[in-house]
């Protein structure tokens, strides 16, 4: 590891240990590269994290926090004062802000809401009020949005003067509002800059590309792959301007969703896991779903008992069992990520099993044959018997269609049942086709035993 990282991990220790002061403290910060800080900061343990927070400015510790798992900097404010928490949740952008509070319990949430002003307090109880995976639990409140009577010096003059007011978001674009904040249309900043100073914003503004609240991800997804903006305004019913959803945050979005998706679907949930987390709660959260494990390849193993005699006539059967299990379990998981992003993005609901087991079929289909040919043509070539080599490759085939099918399918069904799909589908596709691999290879082995001996 490099040094300088250690190093810098150990000066901060340093200089928590010692009190420094917190201008001392903020040069020492400044003097660490931001992704060796980061570093640093992940490698001390939660109580040192805390007290870094405590030790610092609101607005650096929110600078801090930007780049921390939201559960991570939740599980950190749980432990902290109210009134602390609540000041560097100031700090922090409308919709980060709220992204932390969803992380909390209800009481602990309430307890920092106490300590923010009445303003904030209404619109972070609208926002946390959208689910996570559409337009409105995305969008920030931090946008620039004049009247469409201003003109284009009162604009330019406003934003030069309140550079601060706009700290959260890099201005690309002037939204242009009537007096009841209905959207009348964007600008961009070129387009001020070229315009007549004199001219009414309202009179040049440009028509714009709006979403709704309930836009799903998918949606989203789509419409900047349609269109190059850097960000969409959302709007209600009445064409109201409610907040902005920026692009970056749509990506954001996707990728922790899928990064919380391959944690559960290895085995690793209540949320993101650090190592800078207590040693005891990590371990809990991977034994609840390994001790089930145990028991779900107890049953698939108990398949292979009961053809103990067709297997200790033909031995060979057994270097075939794994392959074929795990072959086709990689098949099936392949349909779980598909079925998973189609969640996630909306593409697919739970009603949509039909049409899902279809369009898997046709996949399972060709690639079983394909797959089933090629490990059947190796166990003729390896033993000399075509008979062997039929019955792995009949195995696989099938197989392979049933695991796709499991694995395209089961995702809807159990979010159809309120249980987590990407904790779930795992174990159960990994029991099933182990299951059923074993089974078909064998029974098909012991229909035709006396031609495989």
Known sequence: ?????????????????????????????????????????????????????????????????????????????EEMTARESATI?????????????????SKDAEAIL??????????????????????????????????QIRTVREVVDD?????????????????????????VGVLRLRDLVFADPDAKIGTIARPAKTVSPGTSLLELDQFFADY???????????????????????????????????????????GDELRSMPVWDRAKRRLSWLSVNIGLNIVAASVIAIYEDTLSAVIALAVFLP?????????????VAVSMRELTL??????????????????????????????????????????????????LALNTVLAVSIGGTVPLILKRLNIDPAVASGPLLTTITDMCGFFLVLSLASLVLPRLL
Not at 89 to 105: G, K, Q
Not at 166 to 178: D, K, P, Q, R, S
Not at 323 to 335: F, L, R, T, Y
Request: net charge negative; hydrophobic share 45%.
């Open 323 to 335: 392959i074929v299990s795990d072959m086709s379990g990689c098949s099936g998981n392949q349909a």
């Open 114 to 147: 106490e300590h923010l002003d009445d303003e904030d307090v209404q619109e972070i109880r609208e926002l946390i009020a959208y689910p996570p995976d559409v337009a409105g639990g995305l969008m920030m409140t931090e946008f620039a949005a004049y009247r």
């Open 228 to 270: 190059d903006i850097a960000a969409v305004p959302v709007v209600n019913d009445n064409n109201q301007l409610l907040g902005i959803v920026r692009r970056r945050s749509l990506l954001e979005a996707l990728a922790e969703k899928a990064e919380s998706d391959s944690l559960k679907v290895a085995g690793i949930v209540g």
């Open 89 to 105: 949740l100031e700090e922090l952008s409308s919709d980060h802000r709220v992204d932390i509070l969803a992380e909390l319990d």
């Open 346 to 395: 909306g593409a697919a609901e739970p009603k949509d099993v039909a049409r899902v087991w279809s369009k898997e079929v046709s996949v399972g289909v060709i690639n079983g044959l394909a797959l089933g040919l090629l490990l059947g043509l190796a166990a003729w070539a390896w033993k000399g018997n075509p008979v062997l080599g039929l019955v792995v490759g009949a195995a």
């Open 1 to 77: 590891m490099p040094e300088n990282k250690i190093d810098a991990r150990d000066q901060l220790r340093s200089a928590l240990e010692g009190g420094v002061p917190t201008g001392e403290l903020d040069t020492l910060l400044d003097s660490i590269d931001s992704a060796e800080l980061l570093h640093a900061m992940f490698r001390l343990d939660p109580d040192e994290q805390r007290q870094l927070l405590s030790s610092v400015s609101a607005e650096r510790a929110a600078n801090l926090v930007e780049d921390l798992p939201d559960t991570h900097t939740a599980e950190l404010m």
């Open 159 to 183: 934003l030069t003067g309140h550079e601060g007011d706009y700290e959260f978001l890099t201005v690309h674009y002037i939204y242009v509002v009537n007096r009841h904040r209905v959207l």
